[in-house]
């Protein structure tokens, strides 16, 4: 009986910790992963580096003089060496490691092993990515960082630059629109397409950038931003007059950079451009970003008068798209759907947009609008996406590269809080000061209500 007692006096607090261990694991990974997850992840890998590389066909025969040495000093048999490991670097969010590749081997070959490499030391991914010739990094990822998303601490930024979203790999996903000057991203209605486009445009208003939004759902989606912005259009007869101004502004941009290249004999070479970041920062002019959200309300005709100006509205987003870069406009485009069937000229202004990004969609035809001629691998996995995560998106671009994302949650309130604290940085582009939103001045006066008082009785 005093055995029993003994026992049930030693299982119970090993029960409870083990029952805080599961609790811990599902409510909060992250915890769970700097207390109980690295240790035991770090402790696999070490334990069993070399049987796990040789199992999954990482190793190699060593050189014949390490052979001779082993056999003249050790008298042992010789073993198939794995590739030669660094230090175990524990995040926040995994661990990070780098492998020396032996004589032959390549990154390609640790690739096609990282399911297995994931099984073996417990985590939830390994990705694997090359640093060098010879080098690559294993960054494994000990839980689902896309269930509860948290935004690394720091975080690569600059001008023109927005962390908007992370990745798989814990990593952020920065939209960089000097690298990739013009997106395009769909989405289903409540799929967190909206909260990635708050997102790009409270990460863009502290910046010295001109914002500009076409908003054909009478601007409830950019409208909140209103004191940042440089212009809005919240129709299609509004957006008829200012896309064309947009034009001509590209026009006088490149006006200036053809006089800048005006070439005397001497000119320095570094100030001899094709585009306006060549430019004196002086003499350069501030970057556009055009907003486009719903686009397919631009192409929604119903007269034959609509359909002759959507031609020419269409005509223009596209030449927006081909030549736009080099004079500081950049486009993010946004919609549910946007393919042919949308009319003239809406698979051209497609291929004119590197960058996508898939939200959840109804169909997969949406997700092959998207990313079907970009990654085709990438349209399964932007079908996959559950209606239970809002914020969740496969992103690729034309390089065929792609990977799965997830925007934090951003309120409006907080987002026009930003707008407003940042709308004396609104810069002077004369040219769209007609398109200016009118900001109140102060709050709205409350709706009268209709239903009369009840008498007061004494």
């Known amino acids: 009986m005093s055995d029993l007692l003994t026992l049930m006096e030693v299982g119970a ?32 890998l070490l334990g069993t580096y070399g049987s796990t590389m040789e199992s999954c066909g990482l190793t190699v025969q ?22 030669r490991r660094g230090l175990i670097r524990p995040t926040s969010t995994g661990m990070r490691v780098r492998l020396r590749l032996a004589p032959g081997q390549e990154p390609a070959d640790v690739a096609a092993s ?28 000990g839980f689902d960082v896309l269930r509860q998303v948290r935004m690394p601490r720091k975080v690569e930024g600059g001008l023109l630059k927005v962390p908007v979203a992370l990745r798989e790999d814990a990593t952020a996903y920065v939209r960089d629109y000097r690298t990739v000057p013009h997106q395009l991203s769909l989405g289903a209605t409540l799929s967190g397409k909206s909260m990635f486009l708050r997102h790009l445009v409270a990460g863009l208003a502290p910046q010295p950038v001109a914002l500009v939004g076409i908003d054909c759902k009478r601007g409830v989606e950019l409208a909140p931003f209103a004191p940042r912005l440089s212009a ?19 026009g006088d ?40 959200d719903e686009v397919a309300e631009l192409f929604m005709v119903a007269t034959r008068k609509d359909e002759d100006r959507r031609d020419e509205m269409v005509t223009q987003l596209i030449r927006l798209a081909q030549l736009g870069r080099a004079a500081g406009i ?39 609008m998207a990313l079907g001629d970009i990654a085709p691998e990438a349209v399964g996995a932007a079908c996959a996406i559950a209606p239970e995560r809002p914020g969740l998106a496969v992103a ?23 707008c407003a604290a940042s709308a004396h940085l609104v810069p002077d582009v004369p040219a769209l000061d007609r398109f200016r939103p009118v900001v109140p001045v ?13 008498p007061v009785t004494g």
């Open 13 to 44: 607090p090993v029960a409870a910790l083990g029952g805080g261990g599961v609790y811990l694991r599902a409510k909060h990974p992250a915890a769970y992963w700097c207390t109980a997850g690295l240790p035991i992840s770090a402790a696999r």
């Open 62 to 83: 060593p050189s014949r003089l390490r052979a001779l040495l082993v056999q003249a000093t050790t008298r042992r048999e010789v073993w198939p060496v794995p590739p």
């Open 114 to 141: 990282a399911e297995r490499l994931r099984h073996a030391w417990g985590v939830h991914a390994v990705y694997v990515s090359e640093v060098k010739p010879g080098v690559v990094e294993l960054r494994l990822v």
């Open 232 to 250: 809005l259009a919240t129709d299609p007869g509004q957006a008829a007059e200012l896309l064309p101004v947009l034009v001509q502004l590209m």
């Open 253 to 292: 941009r490149y006006d200036l950079i053809k006089a800048r290249q005006g070439i005397a004999p001497e000119t320095p070479d570094e100030e001899i451009t094709s585009d306006i970041w060549g430019l004196p920062e002086s003499e350069r002019p501030v970057p556009v970003v055009v907003f486009v």
């Open 330 to 368: 950049y486009l993010e485009v946004c919609g549910q759907r946007f393919g042919a069937e949308l009319g003239k000229g809406a698979t051209m202004l497609r291929a004119q947009l590197t960058g996508r990004v898939c939200h959840r969609v109804n169909d997969e035809a949406s997700a092959k």
């Open 396 to 418: 690729g671009d034309t390089s065929g590269g792609w990977s799965r994302i997830r925007t934090p949650y951003l309120s409006l309130a907080d987002a026009a809080a930003t």
């Open 442 to 454: 102060g709050p709205a006066n409350p709706p009268v209500s209709l239903v009369k008082p009840r």
